[in-house]
């Protein structure tokens, strides 16, 4: 007898439509109704772009959107007319369940739930990559590849690319794969002009250029870091300002080393930097003191307060970023860094399971975020503390 119908969403090698044809194969082994040749009873492709751009990439383009100063969220965008659509198939076919393939490691799981709960909040989600029943039978690589040859389902035996790709009308991600390492160079990625730019707690304190050794001291490092981005043409601007006076005004900027540095301390942090201290600064630090600068309010004790503030937000700010430039643009190859045990490979890799809890859907899923980012900072301030000094005994101190 039928559990229910059930409305997939199929992302179409065994990292896409390979993995999600196991899915489809395993979920109509478990009793419920869900292309064709392996058993479904309807495939639907719409046609969404129309729908993508006009709703939602021309708002993206309105309010400048960004996340974290340096991603546009191209893979976010599409989610919500994906899972809108797959609710609109789910109501035309009488669907009882939504479904779908994304990893219990990634953000589109919370992207297409949190949907399916505002506009479909009746219908069940089955997310066979947080069953226990369904990671218990596939551990890994090897037990999918087993079982798609035991159930006929067409895979190859090895992934076309060393990563997995997302891509849509606005953008293409690659991630995963040989990318987990954050300090493994992208196949492909070449120039004249390679270097890498180390970090102390946010400051640049030394650049290493491929083929003249490494330049410290302040005044040389922007030096060699000006050089650089006026040959390769990188930090030039062209744009229209606000003045504090209240005039708008047109403005052609070249900034080359510093543009240059500010993307290698931005690609640090990202490894490095605690999420919601990175958040805080970011809405009040930064553009605090950008406008306090820009208004000429240096001497002011304000400004001193806010210093102070990015200051100790930079403390596990130290590490190397390894960069290029090359016809107008710098790019980051990799980075590295031992102050932060924010990031790890282990945890972040999709071919382990190994001591992860999977994410749960609201509201019971609420504090466990914040937990594990909680237990991470303080691993890392036990670490960083010196022993307490022995006392003389029968002495108390205040």
Not at 140 to 164: C, F, H, M, N
Not at 289 to 313: C, D, K, Q
Request: neutral net charge; charged residues 25%.
């Amino acid at each position: 007898m039928s559990k229910g119908r059930v409305c997939l969403a199929y992302s179409g090698g065994l990292d896409t439509s390979g993995n999600m044809s196991i899915i489809l194969k395993w979920l109509l082994d478990e009793g419920y109704q869900v292309a064709l040749k392996l058993g479904a009873e309807e495939m639907v492709i719409l046609d969404l772009r129309q729908e993508f751009v006009e709703q939602i990439v021309f708002r993206a383009v309105q309010c400048n959107a960004i996340y974290e100063d340096r991603y546009l969220l191209g893979t976010s965008l599409a989610r919500p007319i994906i899972a809108r659509a797959q609710v609109r198939v789910a109501d035309e076919y009488n669907c009882e369940y939504l479904s779908h393939g994304c990893t219990g490691k990634g953000n589109d799981q919370v992207r297409f739930e949190l949907a399916f709960k505002a506009l479909a909040p009746t219908k069940s989600v089955i997310a066979p990559w947080r069953l226990p029943e369904f990671i218990q039978k596939f551990q890994g690589r090897q037990d999918l590849l087993k079982y798609a040859a035991e159930k006929g389902i067409p895979v190859s035996s090895t992934p076309k690319a060393p990563w997995s790709m997302d891509d849509n009308l606005v953008h293409c991600s690659y991630e995963a794969g040989i990318l987990e390492d954050p300090d493994h160079t992208p196949p492909r990625s070449s120039g004249p002009e390679k270097f890498t730019v180390h970090f102390e707690k946010g400051l640049p304190v030394k650049v290493d250029v491929e083929g003249q050794g490494p330049i410290t001291g302040s005044v040389e490092i922007m030096n060699i870091l000006n050089k650089i981005g006026h040959d390769h043409g990188v930090g030039r601007v062209d744009i229209v300002e606000n003045r504090f006076i209240g005039l708008k005004s047109r403005g052609c900027y070249d900034t080359p080393g510093l543009t240059i540095a500010r993307l290698a301390h931005l690609d640090l942090e990202g490894l490095v930097m605690d999420s919601k201290v990175r958040e805080l600064r970011d809405q009040f630090a930064t553009i605090s003191w950008s406008r306090m600068l820009y208004n000429g309010m240096y001497f002011s004790p304000e400004r001193e307060f806010v210093e102070n503030s990015i200051v100790f937000a930079q403390q596990n700010v130290t590490g190397e970023v390894r960069m290029l430039a090359y016809k107008g643009n710098a790019y980051v190859l990799g980075r590295k860094s031992d102050a932060s045990n924010l990031y790890s490979e282990e945890d972040a890799s999709m071919d382990s399971l190994e001591g992860f809890s999977p994410w749960t859907p609201p509201a019971s899923s609420k504090s466990r975020p914040s937990a594990s980012r909680s237990t991470a900072f303080r691993r890392s301030r036990m670490a960083s503390l010196s022993p307490s000094p022995k006392r003389p005994r029968g002495l108390v101190a205040f």
